[in-house]
């Protein structure tokens, strides 16, 4: 489903040129569950914006179902950003002037859904993440482990091919952790294709897959 | 916001004014000429008047002239008032009629007599509900019978005529004036008639009385009306050139405030972009930001010009607002706004995701 070859990035910070990624190549089936784990400064946070079509490589082969996205428009990456991938944040990334309800509202409404169905849908995602009766709270009046949650019922609320979650757990205490991870298992039970991006190891182990990256490449 | 109160408040103003001008201009009536000499050094007198009345189409012509005094009764003192001395025609000329008393005649006239015909509203400040005919009051300090009360014209009727006192033409005397004839009200028997009638009189002014067409005029009230339009007009461009500039400083302000928003809001567009929303979709959001921040400016802009007027009312300005103007300055503001608004919506359109999303 995704295809990573010989993806290379760079940045200069100050004088120096710092490899992110240094000749990374992945492969990702339907319905994996794979955990990327590195420290920090590994290269890990690139890796995931990249698989996010948030940023660009510099060099390599990124396909994404099959279709080469380094010639893609600004406007087709954000197509396929909202309709294929669903994104999990380490500080969830809710707009905090929206509530619960709206806050899922917003991909569903840029992919042209009227108010009503993505109402509806938003509703019904809200309910399997366990959030049922929170639907007018603002970002503010939730805990991190609800929001995290609002964040992941975003996130599958337009039936993403893939999820990314980037430290999804990074901001939350380790029982609230421990639900949010119990959540994406459930996901993945269900075939839903996911990877995490972690710097702890007890969040990877809940993965099918580890995968360690270090200084820009992956072992 | 203060551009369009500025405007409302303005252009009522301006139209107000202009109404009540063009209203005074108007009840003059159409079929009436002025001649005024402009220099001291020529003058007219009785047998010019009369020469003048025996021209074809012409029914009458009184001299005129406007004298200033201070007008009191016991310790009451009457602020604005005109004084028009003039003769016995001048009520048939100028269509003024009287609700009491009698006219001038023209034995006031060879006498001299210190006597007068009190405006409505100034007979009633003087006298309150008195009946002022038969009493005395003080002009220059100097005591004068009033004869008569001129008819209630109402306050936007011709020359304020309830705020005019007249006195015999001789008598202007008294009041520091002297008693040649420099002005003349000439009454034309058809308004059709007019056009032909002042080319007359303009001959016979060269020719017979011979003063030079240098030292004298001749305007119809057609004439004065299109003199009006034209300081009409001219106060529109200016009022029109204060629009434009304070609209632009508008513009400014709403472009610096979206600016401002985009860079606070930097993050917000990092999420909304990494959840699929395009280019346009963002410039749409600011866009229509933009649109209703002006909108509210221009709103409470109309608000303010409108009660700006009506407070200027109270002090006898005549406010009277457009509704053309208000819905121009409504789609001024959404145009400002749109035009002033599409910089920073571009700006936050074309913003990396990723950069955006690492202001959070």
């Keep these: 489903m995704i295809k990573l070859k010989n993806i290379k990035k760079s940045f200069v910070l100050g004088e120096e040129k ?10 990702i089936e339907k319905g994996d569950f794979i955990a990327i784990i590195g420290p920090s400064g590994s290269g890990k946070s690139t890796l995931m914006n990249i698989l996010g079509l ?12 099959e279709k080469e996205v380094s010639n893609l428009s600004d406007n ?41 169905e993505s109402k509806d849908r938003a509703l019904e995602v809200l309910k399997k993440v366990g959030l049922k009766g929170r639907e007018q709270h603002l970002p503010s009046q939730l805990s991190g482990g609800q929001q995290q949650r609002v964040a992941i019922a975003r996130a599958i609320a337009g039936n993403p091919e893939i999820i990314l979650a980037d430290e999804p757990t990074g901001a939350l205490d380790s029982k609230t952790s421990e639900e949010v991870m119990e959540q994406l298992k459930e996901l993945n039970e269900k075939g839903q294709t996911i990877i995490l991006i972690t710097h702890d190891i007890n969040v990877a182990k809940k993965a099918k897959k580890i995968i360690e990256i270090l200084d820009g490449k992956l072992k | 916001m203060i551009g369009i109160a500025s405007v409302i408040t303005l252009v009522g103003i301006g139209n107000g004014t202009s109404n009540d001008v063009m209203g005074q201009v108007q009840s003059l009536g159409t079929d009436i000429l002025t001649l005024s000499i402009r220099s001291s050094d020529y003058t007219l007198d009785y047998e010019n008047i009369n020469e003048i009345e025996s021209i074809q189409n012409i029914e009458t012509a009184v001299p005129y002239k406007t004298v200033s005094s201070t007008v009191s009764r016991g310790n009451t003192i009457s602020q604005k008032s005109n004084i028009i001395a003039t003769t016995a025609d001048y009520f048939e000329t100028t269509n003024t009629t009287i609700s009491d008393g009698r006219l001038i005649t023209n034995i006031d006239i060879e006498n001299s007599s210190k006597v007068c015909l009190l405006g409505s509203d100034i007979a009633q400040t003087l006298f309150n509900l008195a009946n002022p005919i038969g009493q005395t009051i003080k002009l220059n300090g100097d005591s004068y019978k009033v004869i008569g009360i001129l008819t209630t014209k109402g306050t936007s ?4 005529v309830d705020n005019t006192i007249i006195i015999p033409f001789t008598t202007a005397k008294y009041l520091g004036s002297d008693t040649s004839i420099s002005n003349l009200y000439i009454k034309v028997n058809n308004e059709d008639n007019i056009d032909q009638t002042t080319e007359i009189i303009e001959n016979y002014m060269e020719n017979s009385a011979g003063i030079s067409e240098d030292y004298y005029s001749v305007s119809s009230q057609e004439s004065m009306l299109d003199a009006m339009n034209n300081v009409n007009s001219s106060f529109s461009l200016l009022l029109g050139g204060i629009a434009s500039i304070s609209l632009i400083v508008g513009g400014i302000g709403v ?3 979206m600016l401002v928003s985009v860079t606070e809001r930097t993050g917000e567009i990092g999420i909304r972009k990494s959840l699929g929303a395009k280019r346009k979709d963002i410039l749409v959001q600011f866009l229509i930001e933009a649109l209703i921040i002006s909108l509210i400016g221009g709103l409470l802009g109309v608000l303010i010009g409108i009660s700006f007027g009506e407070f200027l009312e109270l002090f006898s ?17 959404a145009a400002i706004g749109l035009v002033f608004g599409i910089f920073p919506a571009y700006k936050a359109a074309k913003l990396n995701p990723i950069d955006a999303l690492r202001t959070l």
């Design chain 2, 157 to 160: 009727m011709g020359n304020d």
């Design chain 2, 317 to 333: 300005y005549d406010f009277n607002p457009s509704t053309g103007i208000i819905i121009l300055s409504f789609f001024t503001s």
């Design chain 1, 18 to 27: 710092v490899k992110a990624l240094d000749d990374v190549s992945l492969e």
């Design chain 1, 76 to 116: 087709d990456l954000a197509e396929i950003r909202n309709k294929k991938i669903g994104f999990v944040f380490q500080n969830f990334n809710l707009l905090p002037k929206m509530n619960a309800i709206e806050n899922i509202q917003v991909p569903l409404l840029y992919r042209g859904m009227t108010d009503k």
């Design chain 2, 255 to 257: 472009m610096n405030v």
């Design chain 1, 54 to 65: 948030l940023d660009v490589p510099d060099s390599g082969e990124y396909l994404f179902d």
